[in-house]
T-cell receptor
Framework: NAGVTQTPKFRVLKTGQSMTLLCAQD?????MYWYRQDPGMGLRLIHY???????AKGEVPDGYNVSRLKKQNFLLGLESAAPSQTSVYFC???????????FGPGTRLTVT | QQQVKQSPQSLIVQKGGISIINCAYE??????FPWYQQFPGKGPALLIA???DVSEKKEGRFTISFNKSAKQFSLHIMDSQPGDSATYFC???????????WGLGTSLAVNP
């Protein structure tokens, strides 16, 4: 099993550009999450999903959109990137029978 | 509003010593308290977790101590090793949607 994978690993965007981050999990997990990690700020939840076709806002959702059309994939979109969105983005998934979250390797995004 | 407060922000320990990281929470409805370990360039991974009906849980050199009345829990790393050098996050579960409330992290360095 590959676990949780994230694409791409690195990306540089110019202000105003758009992009989509892909998260895929092969563990048949119900729950999926998108976090951003910034120095000294810990992990902040952007959006999450409790099952295929569902999404919900987390702590810092502004400027991001998500979709979960397939159970194994959770997409994070930036419609108009801003320098404040420079961060490391982590995707995580969790099974229905456990609270444990399994994290991907992260995507380092720089917006100039 | 930080619902899980973690301290210290950074910690330096000599090899063989005991590392102690503390967390305090406010919401008495929290029902699951994990500790995650994160190495540079990697996603966090579950280290050990505890439920509020237990006062202590030990897994190898890692122990969680839980004080329900004080609303505090701590991670103890016995016989700390240089390979334990990482960032440690405490968290608490906040409901049926499996959202974790995270501490801000502790950067641990174990000197050889």
């Amino acid at each position: 099993n590959a676990g949780v994978t994230q694409t791409p690993k690195f990306r540089v965007l110019k202000t105003g550009q758009s992009m989509t981050l892909l998260c895929a999990q092969d563990m048949n997990h119900e729950y999926m999450y998108w976090y951003r990690q910034d120095p000294g700020m810990g992990l902040r939840l952007i959006h999450y999903s409790v099952g295929e076709g569902t999404t919900a806002k987390g702590e810092v959702p502004d400027g991001y959109n998500v979709s979960r059309l397939k159970k194994q994939n959770f997409l994070l979109g930036l419609e108009s990137a801003a320098p404040s969105q420079t961060s490391v983005y982590f995707c995580a998934s969790s099974p229905g029978f456990s609270y444990e979250q399994y994290f991907g390797p992260g995507t380092r995004l720089t917006v100039t | 509003q930080q619902q899980v407060k973690q301290s210290p922000q950074s910690l330096i320990v000599q090899k063989g010593g005991i590392s102690i990281i503390n967390c305090a929470y406010e919401n008495t409805a929290f029902d699951y308290f994990p500790w995650y370990q994160q190495f540079p360039g990697k996603g966090p991974a579950l280290l050990i977790a505890i439920r509020p009906d237990v006062s202590e849980k030990k897994e190898g050199r890692f122990t969680i101590s839980f004080n329900k009345s004080a609303k505090q829990f701590s991670l103890h790393i016995m016989d700390s090793q240089p390979g334990d050098s990482a960032t440690y996050f405490c968290a608490a579960n906040a409901g049926n949607n499996r959202k974790l409330i995270w501490g801000l992290g502790t950067s641990l360095a174990v000197n050889p």
